[in-house]
């Protein structure tokens, strides 16, 4: 999974390997609500539960909290976010309750924000490439390398898109309609149920006219729609890699456009849009929820692996078993593990209707997702960019970086490959360089790089797992095509993680490898999330909710960039002694 070269010895700065990690010791035997998972979702969770007066314990089963926001000093003296690796979609609600930069949570914010080089030999002068931020007149001029009329409709896409998300942005913060109380509740219920479809409505009349036009962004393949507004290759694959980033689907998908927005209605203290790196990696993100969920008097317990829930003969949950033997008894249990996890591994399949356990197992979590950490002794030199003498970072180096980018059909060959059971032979390939904003990520001069590549199928063709050569192998083709952009990256690795889907799944708890907890597929959204019918974070066990990104609205934890708040109300809430649970969630 990892690969040292000769010259990690030099930047050794501690004996072993160091790692975020929080509480340990033994848990009581009895709490109020018991967290399955410590990731950001069920941190979240903790901490404002705790602040509701209601006791808690998380459980974690790594030795590090943070579920995939997490960082880990992988290679002596270099951190990295080894899953999740920006900050957008943290909700404001959220930063400003639980305190976050109080906390130490600080960001570096992103601008320009993409950088995609092109491979192309024009004599004379160096290849081209595409940089976009927040200035859109520099935007406009960096897209009129290819196309002058792209140039003039960009602003207008700009707006058209931020209304949509203006539009749906408030949906995230709802729960799903209940459409089962909608149908079959008493009077009362039904009136309740009602309430739910408020944001439906507002953002129905926010649409406005326009709303079959942006029915069909949220339903069509992202090929066509960028189709319609632009000509220019490089323009579209570049916004296209968004709408498939993390999921098994390529730009000739259907619905494809949706996962797009997840990444354009970004917020980062008060600024629309932005992305940011968070100092020390994502894992501070998850220490700063952390620390306000112990100020409130939540205690979380690292190295403390769930076996099963406990359900009792009338179908409640009272609590959980640790993989030891220990009952830690409770009055509701919140799991952040996946939905394939929670129902058919921890819960008594006896407790749960066939029905369901069938169409939990058809809850698609296909992941396409490779990610890989790198160490390097100096910043990429990429061809159409060149670096500077003095080898500081420039502005194209903090961006997100889209490399075999020049054109749509790339990404759908590479989509192909996989399909068939074979890693992409010109992959996607997401590269950051955190440490060209956060110097304390690695030793001076040099950097980490994480690189979040697909298209990797999760089993191989003819059934064959992942084993470690064909892991280097696919690993060194990313890099091969990495030297194709920046000639020398390969001579200036210092060492290597690579996480395919398996590794993934195995380290992360991430079903599939899949950075959603389940595909963010039409079918797989809103009231539909996990299944029909238990859409509102309720299950059929009593007094069992999901917390995590297998619930509304499945945010990337991704390997994400967020943070989400979820409110479970009155139809689907548990209440003990006068104590209604509100359940915050984050997901990257």
Same mark, same amino acid.
């Given at each position: 999974?990892?690969?040292?070269?000769?010259?990690?010895?030099k930047?050794?700065?501690?004996?072993?390997?160091?790692?975020?990690?929080?509480?340990?010791?033994?848990?009581?035997?009895?709490?109020?609500?018991?967290?399955?998972?410590g990731?950001?979702?069920?941190?979240?969770?903790?901490?404002?539960?705790?602040?509701?007066?209601?006791?808690?314990?998380v459980?974690?089963?790594?030795?590090?909290?943070?579920?995939?926001?997490?960082?880990?000093?992988?290679?002596?003296?270099?951190?990295?976010?080894?899953?999740?690796?920006?900050?957008?979609?943290?909700?404001?609600?959220?930063?400003?309750?639980?305190e976050?930069?109080?906390?130490?949570?600080?960001?570096?914010?992103?601008?320009?924000?993409?950088?995609?080089?092109?491979?192309?030999?024009?004599?004379?002068?160096?290849?081209?490439?595409?940089?976009?931020?927040?200035?859109?007149?520099?935007?406009?001029?960096?897209?009129?390398?290819?196309?002058?009329?792209? !140039? +003039? &409709?960009?602003?207008?896409?700009?707006d058209?898109m931020?209304?949509?998300? %203006?539009?749906?942005?408030? =949906?995230? /913060?709802?729960?799903?309609?209940?459409?089962?109380a909608?149908?079959?509740?008493?009077?009362?219920?039904?009136?309740?149920?009602?309430?739910?479809?408020?944001p439906?409505?507002?953002?129905?009349?926010?649409?406005?006219?326009?709303?079959?036009?942006?029915?069909?962004?949220?339903?069509?393949?992202?090929?066509?729609?960028?189709?319609?507004?632009?000509?220019?290759?490089?323009?579209?694959?570049?916004?296209?890699?968004?709408?498939?980033?993390?999921?098994?689907?390529?730009?000739?998908?259907?619905?494809?456009?949706?996962?797009l927005?997840?990444?354009?209605m970004?917020?980062?203290?008060?600024?629309?849009?932005?992305?940011?790196?968070?100092?020390g990696?994502?894992?501070m993100?998850?220490?700063?929820? !952390? +620390? &306000?969920?112990?100020?409130?008097?939540?205690?979380?317990?690292?190295?403390? %692996?769930?076996?099963?829930? =406990?359900? /009792?003969?009338?179908?409640?949950?009272?609590?959980?078993?640790?993989q030891?033997?220990?009952?830690i008894?409770?009055?509701?249990?919140?799991?952040?593990?996946?939905?394939?996890?929670?129902?058919?591994?921890?819960?008594?399949?006896?407790?749960?209707?066939?029905?369901?356990?069938?169409?939990?197992?058809?809850?698609?979590?296909k992941?396409?997702?490779?990610?890989?950490?790198?160490?390097?002794?100096?910043?990429?030199?990429?061809?159409?960019?060149?670096?500077?003498?003095?080898?500081?970072?420039?502005?194209h180096?903090?961006?997100?970086i889209?490399?075999?980018?020049?054109?749509?059909?790339?990404?759908?060959?590479?989509?192909?490959?996989?399909?068939?059971?074979?890693?992409?032979?010109?992959?996607?390939?997401?590269l950051?360089?955190?440490?060209?904003?956060?110097?304390?990520?690695?030793p001076?001069?040099?950097?980490?790089?994480?690189?979040?590549?697909?298209?990797?199928?999760?089993?191989?063709?003819?059934?064959?797992?992942?084993?470690?050569?064909?892991?280097?192998?696919?690993?060194?083709?990313?890099?091969d095509?990495?030297?194709?952009?920046?000639?020398?990256?390969?001579?200036?690795?210092?060492?290597?993680?690579?996480?395919?889907?398996?590794?993934?799944?195995?380290?992360?708890?991430?079903?599939?490898?899949?950075?959603?907890?389940?595909?963010?597929?039409?079918?797989?959204?809103?009231?539909?999330?996990?299944?029909?019918?238990?859409?509102?974070?309720?299950?059929?066990?009593?007094?069992?909710?999901?917390?995590?990104?297998?619930?509304?609205?499945?945010?990337?934890?991704?390997?994400?960039?967020?943070?989400?708040?979820?409110?479970?109300?009155?139809?689907?809430?548990?209440?003990?002694?006068?104590?209604?649970?509100?359940?915050?969630?984050?997901?990257?």
């Amino acid at each position: 999974m990892s690969a040292l070269g000769p010259k990690w010895l030099k930047f050794i700065r501690c004996p072993g390997v160091r790692a975020y990690s929080k509480t340990s010791g033994t848990p009581k035997l009895k709490y109020d609500a018991v967290i399955i998972g410590g990731g950001h979702n069920g941190l979240v969770a903790a901490a404002y539960l705790q602040k509701s007066g209601v006791s808690c314990v998380v459980l974690e089963r790594r030795h590090v909290i943070g579920g995939a926001a997490v960082t880990e000093e992988i290679i002596p003296g270099f951190k990295f976010s080894r899953a999740s690796y920006l900050l957008s979609l943290l909700r404001p609600q959220i930063y400003k309750d639980l305190e976050l930069k109080r906390h130490g949570l600080k960001i570096y914010f992103r601008d320009p924000h993409s950088f995609t080089p092109l491979l192309e030999n024009v004599s004379g002068r160096p290849p081209r490439s595409l940089l976009l931020g927040a200035d859109m007149a520099e935007n406009q001029r960096q897209i009129a390398q290819f196309s002058e009329k792209d !140039a +003039k &409709a960009y602003p207008k896409y700009e707006d058209f898109m931020n209304r949509l998300v %203006a539009a749906i942005d408030p =949906l995230l /913060d709802a729960p799903p309609v209940d459409t089962a109380a909608l149908a079959q509740g008493s009077l009362t219920t039904r009136l309740k149920s009602i309430k739910t479809l408020r944001p439906l409505v507002k953002a129905g009349i926010t649409l406005g006219s326009q709303l079959p036009k942006y029915y069909e962004v949220l339903t069509a393949p992202i090929s066509k729609i960028l189709g319609e507004w632009f000509e220019s290759e490089p323009l579209k694959c570049t916004l296209a890699t968004d709408a498939v980033i993390g999921a098994m689907s390529c730009p000739s998908t259907p619905g494809s456009g949706y996962v797009l927005l997840h990444h354009v209605m970004g917020e980062l203290e008060g600024k629309k849009g932005s992305w940011g790196y968070v100092e020390g990696g994502m894992g501070m993100v998850s220490n700063a929820i !952390a +620390k &306000a969920a112990e100020e409130s008097g939540a205690e979380i317990y690292t190295e403390k %692996a769930v076996e099963q829930i =406990l359900v /009792d003969e009338k179908g409640k949950a009272t609590g959980v078993v640790l993989q030891d033997g220990t009952e830690i008894h409770s009055r509701v249990v919140l799991s952040n593990a996946t939905p394939h996890l929670t129902f058919l591994n921890m819960t008594p399949k006896e407790r749960l209707p066939e029905d369901f356990i069938t169409k939990i197992s058809q809850f698609d979590a296909k992941s396409p997702v490779t990610k890989i950490n790198v160490a390097v002794d100096r910043l990429p030199n990429f061809l159409s960019i060149p670096n500077t003498s003095d080898g500081k970072p420039l502005p194209h180096h903090r961006c997100s970086i889209h490399l075999n980018s020049e054109e749509m059909q790339l990404l759908n060959k590479a989509y192909e490959d996989a399909s068939k059971g074979r890693p992409s032979e010109r992959p996607m390939i997401e590269l950051c360089i955190p440490s060209s904003l956060d110097p304390t990520l690695a030793p001076p001069g040099c950097h980490v790089i994480s690189i979040f590549s697909q298209y990797t199928p999760y089993t191989l063709s003819e059934g064959r797992q992942w084993k470690v050569d064909e892991r280097n192998k696919y690993a060194d083709s990313v890099f091969d095509w990495i030297e194709k952009y920046a000639p020398g990256f390969k001579a200036s690795v210092i060492g290597r993680d690579v996480l395919t889907p398996p590794d993934l799944e195995r380290i992360f708890g991430l079903s599939g490898g899949n950075i959603f907890h389940g595909s963010m597929s039409l079918d797989q959204l809103y009231f539909a999330r996990p299944i029909p019918g238990f859409a509102n974070y309720r299950t059929p066990i009593h007094g069992l909710y999901m917390c995590g990104s297998g619930a509304h609205p499945a945010r990337k934890h991704p390997i994400s960039k967020a943070s989400q708040k979820i409110s479970i109300q009155q139809n689907g809430s548990y209440t003990w002694h006068g104590i209604n649970i509100h359940l915050l969630s984050s997901h990257r």
